[in-house]
Antibody, heavy 124, light 107 residues
Framework: EVQLVESGGGLVQPGGSLRLSCAASGFTFSDHYMDWVRQAPGKGLEWVGRIRNKANSYTTEYAASVKGRFTISRDDSKNSLHLQMNSLKTEDTAVYYC???????????????WGQGTTVTVSS | DIQMTQSPSSLSASVGDRVTITCRASQGIGSNLGWYLQKPGKAPKHLIY???SLQSGVPSRFSGSGSGTEFTLTISSLQPEDFATYYCLHHNNYPLTFGGGTKVEIK
């Protein structure tokens, strides 16, 4: 079964840091680009960023709202994805989802498989 | 950045109704669009890719159409499990952006 499981969420003070992780199973993780998407309480979905696969040099893209503060990384040997969040602001409070990008023959570069999400609360 | 505008923002419908949701892009995105369904407290579920291709396992009552700047998601006969919020997403360039969502409620 294809599965993504996030962890690492919690309560952090403004200006603090947090590192989220996403454990992948049931598919060849190293083949796929991976994304982070977030959803603030009662709001819609917001794309956070992307990391490409090894064939594309693990390059990254970020939303303007997080660029310079958040860093996406991956460890293909452990089938894991990470989101390092620094200089956190109250507006970063959200459920954070990791998601797989199918790409390949589908040519679809949106998300197909999503984790269940992990909650990050930034508050003093 | 490309803005995705969904309409309506909410609608009330009955089981068996035909429902159509529209998504407009602020500039042309070809067919680089997907649709998602989200129920409260749950992760989004992928329904449609490439504007009109049904994701594996998704019931055939769901269909998508459009290209360029105007897209539609149609549910041919609304079922009880379809009451949820629907989002479109473009992946034409960076940043990817979602529509604001359409909440489908029971009439």
């Amino acid at each position: 079964e294809v599965q993504l499981v996030e962890s690492g969420g919690g309560l952090v003070q403004p200006g603090g840091s947090l590192r989220l992780s996403c454990a992948a199973s049931g598919f060849t993780f190293s083949d796929h680009y991976m994304d982070w998407v977030r959803q603030a309480p009662g709001k819609g979905l917001e794309w956070v960023g992307r990391i490409r696969n090894k064939a594309n040099s693990y390059t990254t893209e970020y939303a303007a709202s997080v660029k310079g503060r958040f860093t996406i990384s991956r460890d293909d040997s452990k089938n894991s994805l990470h989101l390092q969040m620094n200089s956190l602001k109250t507006e970063d409070t959200a459920v954070y989802y990791c998601a797989r990008i199918p790409g390949g023959t589908t040519k679809y570069y949106g998300m197909d498989v999503w984790g269940q999400g992990t909650t990050v609360t930034v508050s003093s | 950045d490309i803005q995705m505008t969904q309409s309506p923002s909410s609608l009330s419908a009955s089981v068996g109704d035909r429902v159509t949701i529209t998504c407009r892009a602020s500039q042309g995105i070809g067919s680089n669009l997907g649709w998602y369904l989200q129920k409260p407290g749950k992760a989004p579920k992928h329904l449609i890719y490439a504007a009109s291709s049904l994701q594996s396992g998704v019931p055939s009552r769901f269909s998508g159409s459009g290209s360029g700047t105007e897209f539609t998601l149609t549910i041919s006969s609304l079922q009880p499990e379809d009451f949820a919020t629907y989002y479109c997403l473009h992946h034409n360039n960076y940043p990817l952006t979602f529509g604001g969502g359409t909440k489908v409620e029971i009439k």
